[in-house]
């Protein structure tokens, strides 16, 4: 998947290599396996034996250190001093690599070319940090250093110095090697890391005197598992489990924001090694294409349970599960998913994970994402997949059509970071276009983009150096994925493969703009798809996508704009602002006042070119007491600047709204049984939310303002065994779309609810409609009466005041005033939008039975769909629809209505809650005189405005007797319920 020699994971694992040499080399130093003669070297693998050591020690072993200065001996039991361990990167400076700093994944690799959203990221050493809380030793950890600070550390004198091997800095490994035996000349010296096997299989450019140097002056050289391996060099018991508690400050964040917004991210080993064997693979052919398990899932979830606790308050982008394909093993994954989602970590964590298309394969993104994988590594590498598994044996790229495959990770708002690869041996001029077209139409969020890299010790390294392919000056230095002369190529002169490579970061950025603006793409179309799932772990990342989404968005649409590099670009950001601005909400001032902030920080961004120059890592110098305890920064470079860097955040991010916080608390497990399977239906371009259970007569029904399809929960549960029960969430309301735009008015839902019923082809309707939705139900039914067969308007109106009786009747109705308040232009926007006042007040105001029907679960289901401020815009504007005068947008509607509903000899049935502060006697007088073929009505004393829920008992038992009735022969008188009946 990647060329990891000197970039991957280093020293860390549970397995080791089998005992056989597998770097031969003829001025090897004699082999002396571990403590226990070489057997069970650390703890073996799930179904692999017990394997043995391949540690290499000289023969003439120097005498343990007796003095040391600088860090004081902590008293082991028995009174004998602790060995002390350094463990340490490679010294700086570092050169960049094609511009661009190398050790900077997200600048170098995953966001290169974006111009100023290019982002860049500080990593730490994850491998180190893993041996050091795992030893019961004293150890530092020096991240970064300098010429100058390793000595000076070094001459406090340590037992151990461990040196995590890079590749491209095999001479600077001699370097460091020479000066601790000049400094520190009882100190014995461990090498590990990936880039050992370059001790033994060379780069044909390099001086063999480096490798020969580090071969013959080393005292270990770890080809195994690091942290089994220091265990038993200092005689510790080597199989407890492994730690991994302790999270680095690791974090990315655009160049120059670190004080407005950092995305942390943690590190979790899981396994080394790949059993896929593609040939470039280093990690494969170190291992020998075995996986190495390091840690159990009850493990690695204990890990993610740590990472989260630890970076509590930080918005996290990513929870990396360090594992070459971590979707192969299907029960591992779902024993995994399993514990995540008993701890609640779902929607807590944002794991990410090295797949592949073989191993993705075997899942739906369904399951994926409820165990809250947030983002997959897919190795692409080429549109041609039956030449590049029989060319290059990749393997993993077989299975599923990656198009699919990815569309469908985006809309359960799964990131994908793909790679690709230029200069394939079939790659000619004309299809090296192709595939780098195809990589750019799959719209990756995240990218690597490679000249193919024969790296020594691998499979294509042998195959190319049997045929004479590889470049005589190819050195070590050229192995960072940022050289294309390391082998003979027949279609691909020098330098050539470098401009293509320019090409492809170009095509990506000038087609599908920066990788901020696909994450927002991709976590808005996972929120839409995930927002009401019945999984309730599927609605936390629900949750965590529109977080996600409503902060990026609101901070970078305005700079995504002006500095989008093509027009194309400035059409998406457009297209996807607008669906940001409709689901989500309008700007708020504190938004806007970032915006600003951030388009002056990013029209200062430098160069890409001069990036080396500032983002060169720093050093860090972390100290383990080997007793448990929490390491300690001792030293690091620019410390002031670091301490304002990290004291920025913490009152930017509640000025930015980024402290992680759900948005959506309320699921839909919280609310009353509603036991309905809830569908989609697209018109107008916005879903609309129903519900359809049974079969048979067709009851449709419409609720009204602030309700939804859950008002009619008793009724549907009664009625479905005999009736096919549809109910219909309004644009706006209950699972259905709720643009901040859409048009709200009376007669966009009509024309909606015409749609709905013409695409289901609903026929011999029986309608049931309250409140508003009477108004629009009936407004419609009149218009198609050849559609229904029945009526039951409940506490709603069709027609405006039409004497001096009824005017007076509806002013002295108290709702009446009330609803004059939102009317008012700021009050109104208040009330409604803001403090969800209008909701609150209808359950208060509303219900008469409060105490026995508005329980909490009942009272979780009507503020469920309203949650988020920006999802209120309907209620705002129905209510200032109400028609308080004679005149208005609605009164030619409702006088047409009433025309023609009058004389209409449908059967109908009047049922109404006696307890409402609007819809009075006088409402009912009007229907029974509009509508002659009514049954008795149903007056409910007991019963307020959401008479369904107020008394669900004595409706369904009306309903059902009303439902019954011949249609066919003359209607029976039906007895009307009294007072004391209804009480």
Request: net charge positive; charged share 25%.
């Amino acid at each position: 998947m990647r060329v990891l020699s000197g970039a991957g994971l280093h020293g860390r694992g549970r397995g080791c290599l089998r005992g056989h040499d597998p770097w031969p080399c003829p001025d090897r130093v004699p082999v002396v396996h571990g403590a226990d003669g070489g057997q069970n070297v650390g703890r073996a693998s799930r179904g692999n034996p017990p394997q043995r050591g391949a540690g290499f020690e000289r023969a003439d072993r120097r005498p343990a250190p007796k003095g040391h200065r600088g860090i004081p001996r902590r008293p082991a039991q028995g009174g004998k001093s602790m060995k002390k361990v350094l463990l340490t990167h490679s010294i700086g400076p570092y050169e960049p690599g094609w511009g661009q700093d190398m050790f900077d994944v997200f600048g170098a690799r995953l966001t290169r070319g974006q111009g100023p959203f290019s982002l860049r990221g500080r990593l730490h050493a994850f491998a180190l940090h893993t041996i050091a809380q795992n030893l019961s030793v004293p150890v530092t950890v020096l991240e970064w250093p300098t010429e100058d600070l390793f000595r000076r550390e070094l001459k406090k004198g340590y037992d151990y110095l461990g040196i995590q091997v890079f590749s491209i800095h095999l001479p600077k490994i001699a370097r460091m090697v020479q000066i601790a035996r000049e400094v520190s000349p009882a100190t014995r010296i461990v090498l590990g890391g990936y880039g050992v096997m370059h001790l033994y299989k060379g780069f044909p450019g390099d001086s063999p005197e480096p490798a020969q140097y580090l071969r013959q002056n080393a005292d270990h050289i770890c080809m195994e598992e690091g942290v089994g391996f220091f265990r038993k060099l200092l005689g510790e018991p080597s199989d407890r489990p492994i730690r991994q508690d302790f999270q680095t400050d690791s974090w990315a964040s655009l160049w120059g924001a670190e004080w407005l917004a950092r995305f942390r991210f943690t590190s979790t080993l899981v396994a080394l090694g790949c059993p896929n064997a593609c040939e470039f693979c280093s990690t494969s052919a170190f291992f020998r294409a075995n996986k190495i398990v390091v840690a159990s899932p009850e493990e690695v979830c204990a890990s993610l349970k740590s990472a989260v606790q630890d970076t509590r308050g930080d918005p996290i982008l990513f929870n990396a599960l360090f594992d070459e394909d971590f979707l192969l093993d299907r029960s591992y994954v779902l024993r995994l998913g399993e514990l995540i989602q008993k701890e609640g970590l779902a929607g807590k964590v944002n794991l990410f994970c090295f797949a592949s298309v073989k191993s993705l394969s075997q899942y739906r993104a369904e399951e994926l994402a409820a165990m809250g994988v947030g983002a997959v590594w897919i190795g692409v590498e080429s549109k041609f997949e039956e030449a590049v598994t029989s060319v290059h044996n990749f393997q993993k790229r077989k299975g599923r059509d990656v198009a699919e495959l990815v569309d469908e990770l985006h809309r359960y708002g799964i990131l994908v970071i793909a790679s690709n690869i230029l200069g394939l041996d079939f790659h000619d001029r004309r299809n090296i276009l192709e595939d780098i077209d195809y990589f750019v139409s799959l719209r990756p969020d995240l990218y690597q983009v490679s000249p193919l890299t024969p790296c020594p010790g691998t499979a294509l390294f042998e195959r190319m150096e049997k045929k004479n392919r590889i470049a005589p000056d190819y050195r070590c230095s050229d192995l960072h994925l940022w050289s294309d002369n390391l082998f003979r190529h027949e279609a691909f002169g020098k330098d050539e493969l470098k401009g293509l490579y320019d090409l492809a970061h170009k095509k990506l950025y000038e087609t599908n703009g920066p990788s901020l603006l696909r994450i927002l793409d991709v976590s808005l179309r996972g929120w839409q798809t995930l927002a009401h799932s019945a999984d309730p772990h599927l609605q936390e990342r629900a949750d965590r996508c529109f977080f996600f989404a409503s902060r990026l968005g609101a901070g970078l649409f305005h700079s995504l704009r002006e500095l989008a590099p093509t027009d194309a670009v400035r059409s998406l950001v457009d297209e996807m602002e607008d669906r940001y601005l409709r689901y989500v909400g309008p700007y708020s001032w504190k938004q806007k006042f970032v915006q600003r902030a951030v388009r002056r920080l990013l029209s200062r961004t430098p160069p890409e070119a001069t990036f080396e120059e500032v983002n060169e890592p720093r050093f860090v110098l972390t100290r383990y007491g080997g007793d448990g305890s929490a390491p300690k920064v001792v030293k690091r470079a620019k410390p002031l600047k670091h301490f304002l860097e990290n004291l920025s955040p913490t009152a930017t991010r509640r000025l930015a709204g980024l402290r992680p916080r759900s948005l959506f608390p309320i699921r839909l497990r919280d609310i009353d049984d509603f036991p309905v399977e809830f569908r989609t239906i697209e018109i107008e371009g916005d879903r609309l939310n129903y519900v359809d259970e049974g079969s048979g007569e067709v009851l449709l029904m419409l609720h009204g303002n602030p309700t939804w399809s859950f008002l009619y929960r008793h009724l549907i549960r009664g009625l479905k065994d005999r009736y096919r029960c549809v109910a219909l969430d309004l644009l706006g309301y209950g699972l259905s779309d709720k643009p901040s735009d859409g048009d709200y008015t009376m007669h966009a839902h009509i024309r909606r609810l015409a749609a709905f019923v013409e695409q289901l082809d609903l026929q011999g309707i029986t309608l049931l409609c309250q409140d508003w939705g009477g108004i629009i139900g009936l407004s419609y039914a009149a218009r198609n009466k050849h559609r229904f067969r029945r009526l039951v308007p409940m506490n709603t109106a069709a027609f405006l005041p039409g004497t001096l009786r009824e005017y007076r009747e509806a002013l002295q109705a108290w709702g009446f005033f009330y609803l004059w308040t939102y009317k008012v232009p700021v009050l109104g926007r208040r009330m409604a939008i803001e403090w969800n006042l209008f909701l609150k007040a209808a359950l208060r105001f509303g219900f008469h039975n409060r105490a026995r029907q508005l329980h909490e679960k009942a009272r979780l289901g009507y503020l469920y769909p309203f949650q988020w401020p920006g999802h209120r815009t309907a209620v705002l504007k129905s209510v200032r629809q109400v028609p308080l005068l004679p005149c208005g947008p609605l009164r030619d509607l409702l006088r047409d209505t009433e025309r023609r509903l009058r004389g209409w000899p449908i059967r109908t049935q009047i049922i109404w809650g006696m307890r409402d502060p609007i819809f009075g006697p006088w409402f009912i007088e009007r229907f029974e005189a509009l509508l002659p073929n009514h049954a008795p009505t149903l007056r409910i004393p007991t019963a307020g405005h959401f008479l369904q829920d107020d008394e669900p008992a004595i409706v369904l038992e009306r309903l059902e007797a009303f439902l019954a009735e011949d249609l066919s022969a003359p209607a029976k008188a039906t007895p009307a319920l009294g007072a004391s009946e209804a009480a």
